[in-house]
């Protein structure tokens, strides 16, 4: 079992920055996506990475604003959010999985057992 403690959200202005952290527990490598929602809409994936060689991946909506890494610590991972709009306005939700041989990591949140409680990002 997988454990995520999230943190980092909180109120910006537009253009300003923010950077959430996700921490999993245990040593296990791990696919590792943000997704986001916001009330009335589908959740969707923002970015993410593979603990395992540290590869991310980005949705389109954030390539270039958004960057995802991995921390020094293990299993702990980083989004940091530039160039904010009102649009990024959402709760955002940490999620990993294992990630079955050979395959890339999913940006579809059913494939993902492992979730964080959410931490809230408001751009005005």
């Known amino acids: 079992h997988v454990q995520l403690v999230e943190s980092g959200g909180g109120s910006v202005q537009a253009g300003g920055s923010l950077t959430l952290s996700c921490a999993a527990s245990?040593?296990?490598?791990?696919?590792m996506t943000w997704f986001r929602q916001v009330p009335g809409k589908e959740r969707e994936a923002v970015a993410g990475v593979y603990t395992g060689d540290n590869n991310p991946y980005y949705s389109d909506s954030v390539k270039g604003r958004f960057v995802v890494s991995q921390g020094s610590a293990k299993n702990t991972v980083y989004l940091q959010m530039k160039s904010l709009e009102p649009e990024d306005t959402a709760m955002y939700y940490c999620?990993?999985?294992?990630?079955?041989?050979?395959?890339?990591?999913?940006?579809?949140?059913?494939?993902?057992?492992?979730r964080g409680q959410g931490t809230q990002v408001t751009v005005s």
């Open positions: 999620a990993a999985e294992f990630r079955f041989r050979g395959r890339p990591c999913s940006m579809v949140w059913k494939d993902y057992a492992y």
């Open positions: 245990g040593d296990s490598r791990l696919c």
